[in-house]
Protein backbone atom coordinates (compact mmCIF):
# COMPACT_ATOMS: atom_id res chain seq x y z
CA UNK A 1 0.00 0.00 0.00
CA UNK A 2 1.61 3.54 -1.03
CA UNK A 3 1.62 5.61 2.16
CA UNK A 4 -0.71 8.02 2.80
CA UNK A 5 0.20 11.75 3.46
CA UNK A 6 -2.07 11.73 6.74
CA UNK A 7 -1.96 9.22 9.84
CA UNK A 8 -5.76 9.75 10.20
CA UNK A 9 -8.18 9.83 7.29
CA UNK A 10 -10.44 12.82 6.18
CA UNK A 11 -13.65 11.78 7.42
CA UNK A 12 -16.03 12.85 4.14
CA UNK A 13 -20.01 12.79 5.76
CA UNK A 14 -21.95 12.01 2.45
CA UNK A 15 -21.33 9.60 -0.43
CA UNK A 16 -23.32 12.00 -3.64
CA UNK A 17 -21.69 13.17 -6.70
CA UNK A 18 -19.52 15.19 -4.57
CA UNK A 19 -17.75 13.58 -1.75
CA UNK A 20 -17.29 10.62 -3.80
CA UNK A 21 -15.18 13.10 -5.86
CA UNK A 22 -13.77 14.43 -3.16
CA UNK A 23 -12.56 11.24 -1.89
CA UNK A 24 -10.66 10.34 -5.17
CA UNK A 25 -9.22 13.61 -5.21
CA UNK A 26 -7.51 13.30 -2.14
CA UNK A 27 -6.52 10.16 -2.75
CA UNK A 28 -4.88 10.89 -5.76
CA UNK A 29 -2.61 13.85 -4.07
CA UNK A 30 -2.29 11.10 -1.53
CA UNK A 31 -4.59 11.25 1.11
CA UNK A 32 -6.57 9.30 2.97
CA UNK A 33 -10.27 8.95 3.72
CA UNK A 34 -13.13 7.32 5.00
CA UNK A 35 -16.30 8.15 3.51
CA UNK A 36 -19.34 8.39 5.82
CA UNK A 37 -22.52 7.72 4.39
CA UNK A 38 -25.77 7.40 5.80
CA UNK A 39 -28.14 5.18 3.93
CA UNK A 40 -27.84 1.67 3.21
CA UNK A 41 -26.47 1.53 0.31
CA UNK A 42 -24.29 4.08 -1.98
CA UNK A 43 -26.44 5.38 -5.06
CA UNK A 44 -28.70 7.76 -6.72
CA UNK A 45 -32.18 8.48 -7.50
CA UNK A 46 -33.22 7.25 -10.84
CA UNK A 47 -33.48 10.61 -12.74
CA UNK A 48 -31.30 12.39 -15.25
CA UNK A 49 -28.46 14.98 -15.23
CA UNK A 50 -26.88 17.24 -17.28
CA UNK A 51 -22.91 17.56 -17.45
CA UNK A 52 -22.28 20.38 -18.68
CA UNK A 53 -18.51 20.52 -20.17
CA UNK A 54 -16.77 22.20 -16.63
CA UNK A 55 -18.32 19.13 -15.16
CA UNK A 56 -16.93 16.79 -17.88
CA UNK A 57 -13.50 18.07 -17.46
CA UNK A 58 -13.12 17.44 -13.26
CA UNK A 59 -14.74 13.54 -14.81
CA UNK A 60 -11.69 13.48 -16.94
CA UNK A 61 -9.23 15.11 -14.16
CA UNK A 62 -10.23 12.60 -11.87
CA UNK A 63 -9.72 9.49 -14.37
CA UNK A 64 -13.25 8.53 -14.58
CA UNK A 65 -13.71 10.76 -17.68
CA UNK A 66 -14.05 7.78 -20.00
CA UNK A 67 -16.40 5.36 -17.90
CA UNK A 68 -18.73 8.37 -17.66
CA UNK A 69 -19.20 9.51 -20.90
CA UNK A 70 -19.46 5.62 -22.18
CA UNK A 71 -23.02 6.08 -20.70
CA UNK A 72 -23.82 9.58 -21.47
CA UNK A 73 -25.35 11.03 -24.05
CA UNK A 74 -23.21 14.36 -25.74
CA UNK A 75 -26.16 16.44 -26.80
CA UNK A 76 -26.58 18.04 -30.42
CA UNK A 77 -27.53 21.44 -29.23
CA UNK A 78 -28.74 23.72 -26.07
CA UNK A 79 -32.49 24.32 -26.92
CA UNK A 80 -35.23 27.06 -25.20
CA UNK A 81 -39.15 26.63 -27.13
CA UNK A 82 -41.96 29.12 -26.27
CA UNK A 83 -44.58 26.90 -24.85
CA UNK A 84 -47.17 28.89 -25.71
CA UNK A 85 -46.43 29.67 -29.25
CA UNK A 86 -44.23 26.60 -30.39
CA UNK A 87 -41.41 28.76 -31.85
CA UNK A 88 -37.71 28.35 -31.34
CA UNK A 89 -36.47 31.11 -28.84
CA UNK A 90 -33.16 29.74 -27.94
CA UNK A 91 -30.84 27.31 -30.13
CA UNK A 92 -27.21 26.74 -29.38
CA UNK A 93 -25.29 23.96 -31.08
CA UNK A 94 -22.91 21.75 -29.17
CA UNK A 95 -21.06 20.66 -31.97
CA UNK A 96 -16.87 20.65 -32.53
CA UNK A 97 -16.69 24.31 -32.49
CA UNK A 98 -18.75 24.70 -28.54
CA UNK A 99 -15.99 21.06 -27.71
CA UNK A 100 -13.34 23.48 -29.05
CA UNK A 101 -13.95 26.13 -27.15
CA UNK A 102 -14.81 24.54 -23.56
CA UNK A 103 -12.09 21.79 -23.74
CA UNK A 104 -14.96 18.63 -23.81
CA UNK A 105 -18.93 18.23 -25.16
CA UNK A 106 -22.21 18.87 -22.94
CA UNK A 107 -23.74 15.10 -21.89
CA UNK A 108 -26.85 14.37 -20.52
CA UNK A 109 -27.25 11.11 -18.18
CA UNK A 110 -28.55 8.95 -15.78
CA UNK A 111 -27.04 9.99 -12.13
CA UNK A 112 -26.18 6.75 -11.74
CA UNK A 113 -23.82 6.82 -14.99
CA UNK A 114 -22.19 9.76 -13.59
CA UNK A 115 -22.27 8.57 -9.58
CA UNK A 116 -21.31 4.64 -10.90
CA UNK A 117 -17.95 5.33 -12.21
CA UNK A 118 -16.84 7.41 -9.00
CA UNK A 119 -18.06 4.90 -6.95
CA UNK A 120 -16.14 2.26 -8.25
CA UNK A 121 -12.93 4.03 -8.78
CA UNK A 122 -13.28 5.12 -5.35
CA UNK A 123 -13.67 1.87 -4.18
CA UNK A 124 -10.39 0.55 -6.12
CA UNK A 125 -8.23 3.15 -4.45
CA UNK A 126 -6.71 1.55 -1.64
CA UNK A 127 -6.63 4.97 0.33
CA UNK A 128 -10.55 5.35 0.25
CA UNK A 129 -12.65 3.72 2.75
CA UNK A 130 -16.17 3.37 2.02
CA UNK A 131 -18.60 2.96 4.89
CA UNK A 132 -22.50 3.02 4.61
CA UNK A 133 -25.29 3.21 7.53
CA UNK A 134 -22.98 5.62 9.14
CA UNK A 135 -25.27 9.25 9.37
CA UNK A 136 -22.94 11.83 11.03
CA UNK A 137 -24.98 14.20 13.81
CA UNK A 138 -22.07 15.98 14.77
CA UNK A 139 -18.23 16.99 15.55
CA UNK A 140 -15.74 18.61 17.88
CA UNK A 141 -12.64 20.18 17.06
CA UNK A 142 -9.29 18.50 19.16
CA UNK A 143 -5.60 18.60 19.18
CA UNK A 144 -5.24 15.60 16.84
CA UNK A 145 -7.97 16.86 14.07
CA UNK A 146 -11.43 16.32 14.97
CA UNK A 147 -13.69 13.76 16.35
CA UNK A 148 -16.83 13.04 14.36
CA UNK A 149 -20.10 11.72 15.79
CA UNK A 150 -22.22 8.97 14.47
CA UNK A 151 -25.92 8.38 14.86
CA UNK A 152 -24.83 5.37 16.53
CA UNK A 153 -22.93 6.93 19.35
CA UNK A 154 -19.68 5.99 17.44
CA UNK A 155 -16.88 8.47 17.68
CA UNK A 156 -14.65 8.49 14.45
CA UNK A 157 -10.90 9.93 14.93
CA UNK A 158 -10.29 11.99 11.60
CA UNK A 159 -7.69 14.64 10.40
CA UNK A 160 -10.46 17.12 9.25
CA UNK A 161 -13.91 16.31 8.33
CA UNK A 162 -15.73 17.64 5.06
CA UNK A 163 -19.72 18.11 5.03
CA UNK A 164 -20.73 16.44 1.51
CA UNK A 165 -24.46 15.66 3.33
CA UNK A 166 -26.18 17.30 0.42
CA UNK A 167 -28.82 20.42 1.32
CA UNK A 168 -30.20 19.59 4.73
CA UNK A 169 -26.24 18.98 5.79
CA UNK A 170 -26.03 18.70 9.37
CA UNK A 171 -22.22 19.66 9.13
CA UNK A 172 -23.71 22.80 8.08
CA UNK A 173 -25.82 23.49 11.00
CA UNK A 174 -23.00 23.79 13.17
CA UNK A 175 -20.76 25.79 10.84
CA UNK A 176 -23.54 28.33 8.93
CA UNK A 177 -26.62 27.89 11.50
CA UNK A 178 -28.64 29.00 9.06
CA UNK A 179 -31.65 26.24 9.80
CA UNK A 180 -33.41 24.26 7.18
CA UNK A 181 -33.41 25.61 3.19
CA UNK A 182 -35.82 28.26 1.85
CA UNK A 183 -38.49 26.67 -0.25
CA UNK A 184 -37.64 28.83 -3.91
CA UNK A 185 -40.95 29.12 -5.05
CA UNK A 186 -41.50 26.13 -7.20
CA UNK A 187 -42.06 22.26 -7.32
CA UNK A 188 -40.66 19.94 -9.66
CA UNK A 189 -42.77 16.63 -11.22
CA UNK A 190 -40.30 14.08 -12.33
CA UNK A 191 -40.92 10.69 -14.33
CA UNK A 192 -39.31 8.74 -16.94
CA UNK A 193 -40.91 7.57 -19.76
CA UNK A 194 -39.37 4.49 -21.40
CA UNK A 195 -38.52 5.09 -24.99
CA UNK A 196 -41.23 3.09 -26.34
CA UNK A 197 -44.21 5.23 -24.84
CA UNK A 198 -42.55 8.76 -26.23
CA UNK A 199 -43.35 9.24 -29.62
CA UNK A 200 -40.82 9.18 -32.45
CA UNK A 201 -41.08 12.89 -33.69
CA UNK A 202 -39.77 13.49 -29.90
CA UNK A 203 -36.81 11.72 -29.69
CA UNK A 204 -34.25 14.33 -30.29
CA UNK A 205 -30.54 14.10 -29.56
CA UNK A 206 -30.31 16.88 -27.10
CA UNK A 207 -32.83 18.13 -23.78
CA UNK A 208 -35.69 19.99 -25.37
CA UNK A 209 -36.72 22.82 -22.92
CA UNK A 210 -40.33 23.96 -22.99
CA UNK A 211 -40.76 27.70 -21.18
CA UNK A 212 -44.91 28.29 -20.36
CA UNK A 213 -46.17 30.94 -18.25
CA UNK A 214 -45.11 30.06 -14.70
CA UNK A 215 -44.44 26.66 -15.42
CA UNK A 216 -41.49 24.67 -17.43
CA UNK A 217 -41.06 20.86 -19.19
CA UNK A 218 -37.59 19.37 -19.95
CA UNK A 219 -37.44 16.10 -21.35
CA UNK A 220 -34.28 14.28 -22.95
CA UNK A 221 -33.30 10.20 -23.74
CA UNK A 222 -30.84 8.56 -20.64
CA UNK A 223 -29.56 5.28 -20.40
CA UNK A 224 -28.81 4.82 -24.05
CA UNK A 225 -32.26 6.14 -25.15
CA UNK A 226 -34.14 3.43 -23.36
CA UNK A 227 -35.86 5.95 -21.09
CA UNK A 228 -36.65 10.03 -21.44
CA UNK A 229 -36.29 11.94 -18.23
CA UNK A 230 -39.13 14.18 -17.62
CA UNK A 231 -38.65 16.90 -15.45
CA UNK A 232 -41.73 19.51 -15.28
CA UNK A 233 -41.59 22.60 -13.09
CA UNK A 234 -44.49 25.10 -11.64
CA UNK A 235 -44.17 28.14 -9.50
CA UNK A 236 -46.10 27.87 -6.51
CA UNK A 237 -46.09 29.45 -2.95
CA UNK A 238 -46.42 26.47 -1.50
CA UNK A 239 -44.04 25.93 1.50
CA UNK A 240 -44.49 22.91 2.93
CA UNK A 241 -41.56 20.45 2.41
CA UNK A 242 -42.40 17.34 1.21
CA UNK A 243 -40.06 15.01 -0.17
CA UNK A 244 -40.67 12.45 -2.95
CA UNK A 245 -44.84 12.02 -2.77
CA UNK A 246 -46.42 9.91 -5.89
CA UNK A 247 -48.92 12.33 -7.91
CA UNK A 248 -51.49 11.14 -10.44
CA UNK A 249 -51.51 12.86 -13.75
CA UNK A 250 -54.88 14.16 -13.11
CA UNK A 251 -53.21 16.23 -10.39
CA UNK A 252 -50.52 17.28 -11.71
CA UNK A 253 -51.54 18.30 -15.84
CA UNK A 254 -54.10 21.21 -14.67
CA UNK A 255 -51.09 23.01 -12.77
CA UNK A 256 -49.58 23.34 -16.69
CA UNK A 257 -52.09 25.25 -18.53
CA UNK A 258 -52.40 27.29 -21.63
CA UNK A 259 -49.04 25.13 -23.36
CA UNK A 260 -49.08 24.25 -27.35
CA UNK A 261 -49.68 21.28 -28.45
CA UNK A 262 -46.11 19.15 -28.05
CA UNK A 263 -45.43 19.62 -24.45
CA UNK A 264 -48.68 18.98 -23.29
CA UNK A 265 -48.20 15.45 -25.67
CA UNK A 266 -45.33 14.78 -23.80
CA UNK A 267 -46.26 15.35 -20.09
CA UNK A 268 -49.61 13.46 -21.02
CA UNK A 269 -47.65 10.22 -21.13
CA UNK A 270 -46.50 9.17 -17.87
CA UNK A 271 -48.93 7.54 -15.72
CA UNK A 272 -47.35 8.98 -12.37
CA UNK A 273 -44.93 11.87 -11.25
CA UNK A 274 -43.11 12.13 -7.85
CA UNK A 275 -42.89 15.89 -6.79
CA UNK A 276 -40.21 17.19 -4.87
CA UNK A 277 -40.24 21.09 -3.47
CA UNK A 278 -37.54 23.31 -4.61
CA UNK A 279 -35.07 24.39 -1.93
CA UNK A 280 -32.16 27.12 -1.75
CA UNK A 281 -30.08 28.65 0.28
CA UNK A 282 -28.31 32.64 -0.14
CA UNK A 283 -24.91 32.33 -0.86
CA UNK A 284 -22.76 32.29 2.38
CA UNK A 285 -19.47 34.01 3.36
CA UNK A 286 -17.68 31.06 5.42
CA UNK A 287 -18.50 27.55 5.06
CA UNK A 288 -15.53 26.34 7.24
CA UNK A 289 -14.21 25.90 10.68
CA UNK A 290 -11.35 24.98 11.57
CA UNK A 291 -10.22 21.70 10.36
CA UNK A 292 -13.70 20.82 9.22
CA UNK A 293 -15.78 22.22 6.10
CA UNK A 294 -18.27 22.09 3.53
CA UNK A 295 -18.42 21.05 -0.46
CA UNK A 296 -21.19 21.01 -2.54
CA UNK A 297 -25.19 21.36 -2.10
CA UNK A 298 -23.98 21.76 1.87
CA UNK A 299 -22.20 24.50 0.99
CA UNK A 300 -23.51 26.41 -2.12
CA UNK A 301 -27.88 24.66 -2.45
CA UNK A 302 -29.29 26.06 -5.64
CA UNK A 303 -32.17 25.61 -7.46
CA UNK A 304 -31.90 23.47 -10.42
CA UNK A 305 -32.58 26.15 -13.38
CA UNK A 306 -28.72 26.71 -14.90
CA UNK A 307 -28.24 22.83 -14.22
CA UNK A 308 -24.95 23.06 -12.36
CA UNK A 309 -25.30 21.95 -8.70
CA UNK A 310 -23.17 18.82 -9.13
CA UNK A 311 -21.46 20.43 -11.77
CA UNK A 312 -20.20 22.57 -8.90
CA UNK A 313 -19.56 19.95 -6.50
CA UNK A 314 -17.53 18.21 -8.55
CA UNK A 315 -14.91 21.65 -9.34
CA UNK A 316 -15.34 22.35 -5.18
CA UNK A 317 -13.46 18.34 -4.85
CA UNK A 318 -10.99 18.92 -7.13
CA UNK A 319 -10.31 22.46 -5.48
CA UNK A 320 -10.58 21.37 -1.87
CA UNK A 321 -7.86 18.28 -2.71
CA UNK A 322 -5.18 20.53 -4.62
CA UNK A 323 -5.25 23.12 -1.81
CA UNK A 324 -4.60 20.40 0.75
CA UNK A 325 -1.68 19.16 -1.53
CA UNK A 326 -0.30 22.93 -1.69
CA UNK A 327 -0.65 22.96 1.89
CA UNK A 328 0.88 19.49 2.55
CA UNK A 329 -1.90 18.62 4.26
CA UNK A 330 -2.64 21.75 6.74
CA UNK A 331 -5.96 20.92 6.85
CA UNK A 332 -7.03 24.29 8.49
CA UNK A 333 -5.22 26.27 6.03
CA UNK A 334 -6.20 24.42 2.64
CA UNK A 335 -9.73 24.38 3.62
CA UNK A 336 -10.05 28.73 3.99
CA UNK A 337 -7.81 28.94 0.64
CA UNK A 338 -10.61 26.39 -1.00
CA UNK A 339 -13.31 28.24 0.40
CA UNK A 340 -11.63 31.42 -0.73
CA UNK A 341 -11.18 30.31 -4.28
CA UNK A 342 -14.35 28.93 -4.46
CA UNK A 343 -16.93 31.06 -2.56
CA UNK A 344 -17.51 33.65 -5.19
CA UNK A 345 -17.73 31.39 -8.22
CA UNK A 346 -20.20 29.30 -6.53
CA UNK A 347 -22.64 32.15 -5.31
CA UNK A 348 -22.53 33.79 -8.70
CA UNK A 349 -23.73 30.04 -9.99
CA UNK A 350 -26.60 30.00 -6.87
CA UNK A 351 -27.71 33.70 -8.00
CA UNK A 352 -27.69 33.14 -11.19
CA UNK A 353 -29.57 29.85 -11.16
CA UNK A 354 -32.35 31.80 -9.11
CA UNK A 355 -32.27 34.86 -11.65
CA UNK A 356 -33.51 32.13 -14.47
CA UNK A 357 -36.51 32.21 -12.61
CA UNK A 358 -37.84 34.79 -14.30
CA UNK A 359 -36.68 34.18 -17.89
CA UNK A 360 -37.82 30.10 -17.70
CA UNK A 361 -41.14 31.04 -16.46
CA UNK A 362 -42.00 34.54 -18.00
CA UNK A 363 -45.67 35.58 -19.31
CA UNK A 364 -47.74 38.24 -21.03
CA UNK A 365 -44.90 40.71 -21.97
CA UNK A 366 -42.27 39.34 -20.08
CA UNK A 367 -42.07 36.22 -22.43
CA UNK A 368 -42.42 38.62 -25.34
CA UNK A 369 -39.24 40.62 -24.04
CA UNK A 370 -37.83 37.16 -23.07
CA UNK A 371 -38.02 35.88 -26.83
CA UNK A 372 -36.36 39.17 -27.98
CA UNK A 373 -33.29 39.10 -25.87
CA UNK A 374 -32.28 35.93 -27.99
CA UNK A 375 -33.07 37.27 -31.47
CA UNK A 376 -29.90 37.25 -33.82
CA UNK A 377 -27.45 36.09 -31.01
CA UNK A 378 -24.83 34.09 -33.15
CA UNK A 379 -23.42 31.39 -32.04
CA UNK A 380 -20.11 32.97 -30.79
CA UNK A 381 -22.23 35.27 -29.14
CA UNK A 382 -23.82 32.24 -26.69
CA UNK A 383 -20.51 30.94 -26.24
CA UNK A 384 -19.00 34.39 -25.04
CA UNK A 385 -22.22 34.91 -22.41
CA UNK A 386 -21.76 31.01 -21.38
CA UNK A 387 -17.72 31.65 -21.10
CA UNK A 388 -17.84 31.99 -17.36
CA UNK A 389 -19.90 28.90 -16.61
CA UNK A 390 -19.11 26.47 -19.17
CA UNK A 391 -14.95 26.97 -19.28
CA UNK A 392 -13.44 24.61 -16.46
CA UNK A 393 -11.24 27.23 -13.72
CA UNK A 394 -7.81 26.53 -13.77
CA UNK A 395 -7.77 24.15 -10.89
CA UNK A 396 -9.31 21.38 -12.40
CA UNK A 397 -6.35 19.52 -14.28
C1 LIG B 1 -34.66 18.82 -9.89
C2 LIG B 1 -33.15 18.94 -9.86
C3 LIG B 1 -32.44 18.84 -11.04
C4 LIG B 1 -31.04 18.99 -11.04
N1 LIG B 1 -30.37 18.91 -12.22
C5 LIG B 1 -29.03 19.06 -12.22
C6 LIG B 1 -28.29 18.97 -13.44
O1 LIG B 1 -28.88 18.75 -14.50
N2 LIG B 1 -26.93 19.13 -13.40
C7 LIG B 1 -26.26 19.38 -12.23
O2 LIG B 1 -25.03 19.54 -12.24
N3 LIG B 1 -26.94 19.46 -11.05
C8 LIG B 1 -28.29 19.31 -11.02
N4 LIG B 1 -28.97 19.36 -9.85
C9 LIG B 1 -28.22 19.58 -8.61
C10 LIG B 1 -27.55 18.31 -8.12
O3 LIG B 1 -28.49 17.27 -8.01
C11 LIG B 1 -26.89 18.53 -6.77
O4 LIG B 1 -26.28 19.79 -6.75
C12 LIG B 1 -25.85 17.46 -6.50
O5 LIG B 1 -26.47 16.21 -6.43
C13 LIG B 1 -25.15 17.77 -5.19
O6 LIG B 1 -24.28 16.72 -4.87
P1 LIG B 1 -23.79 16.54 -3.37
O7 LIG B 1 -22.88 15.37 -3.41
O8 LIG B 1 -23.30 17.85 -2.84
O9 LIG B 1 -25.10 16.22 -2.53
P2 LIG B 1 -26.12 15.00 -2.64
O10 LIG B 1 -26.21 14.49 -4.01
O11 LIG B 1 -27.37 15.45 -1.97
O12 LIG B 1 -25.45 13.85 -1.77
C14 LIG B 1 -25.44 13.93 -0.36
C15 LIG B 1 -25.16 12.53 0.19
O13 LIG B 1 -24.99 12.65 1.59
C16 LIG B 1 -25.77 11.68 2.26
N5 LIG B 1 -26.06 12.25 3.58
C17 LIG B 1 -26.95 13.23 3.88
N6 LIG B 1 -26.88 13.53 5.18
C18 LIG B 1 -25.92 12.73 5.72
C19 LIG B 1 -25.36 12.61 7.02
N7 LIG B 1 -25.78 13.37 8.04
N8 LIG B 1 -24.37 11.70 7.22
C20 LIG B 1 -23.92 10.93 6.19
N9 LIG B 1 -24.42 11.00 4.93
C21 LIG B 1 -25.39 11.91 4.70
C22 LIG B 1 -26.97 11.46 1.36
O14 LIG B 1 -27.55 10.19 1.60
C23 LIG B 1 -26.32 11.57 -0.02
O15 LIG B 1 -25.78 10.33 -0.44
C24 LIG B 1 -30.37 19.22 -9.81
C25 LIG B 1 -31.09 19.29 -8.63
C26 LIG B 1 -32.47 19.16 -8.64
C27 LIG B 1 -33.22 19.26 -7.34
Known sequence: MTAPRNALPVAIAG?????????LALARKGFRSLMLEQAREFGEVGVGLHVAPNALSV???????????????????????????????VNIPCDARFEQ???NPYAVAHRAHIHGPLLEACRAH????????????????????VSVTLESGERIAAAALVGADGVYSNVRKRIVGDGDPLPAGAIIFRATIPAAE??????????????????????YPISDWSLFNLGCTVLTRQAKLVEAEEFAPDVVLPLFPNGCETPMRVIHIPKSFRRFVIVHREPVGNWTEGRTTLLGDAAHPMVQYIAQGAAMALEDAICL?????????????????????RIVRTARVQISSLMLTKLNHAKGVERKVRNSLFEGRTTEQHY???????TAPPYVK
Not at 80 to 86: E, L
Not at 198 to 219: C, E, N, S
Not at 321 to 340: I, M, P, S, T, V
Request: proline share 5%; aromatic share 10%.
Open 15 to 23: GGIGGLACA
Open 59 to 89: LDALGVGPAAKKNALMIERLQMMDAVTGEEV
Open 101 to 103: RFG
Open 126 to 145: ELIELRTNSRVTGFEPNDAG
Open 198 to 219: MPKDLQRPYPTFWAGPDWHVIY
Open 321 to 341: AAEADACDGDFAQAFLRYQDI
Open 384 to 390: DRLAWLY
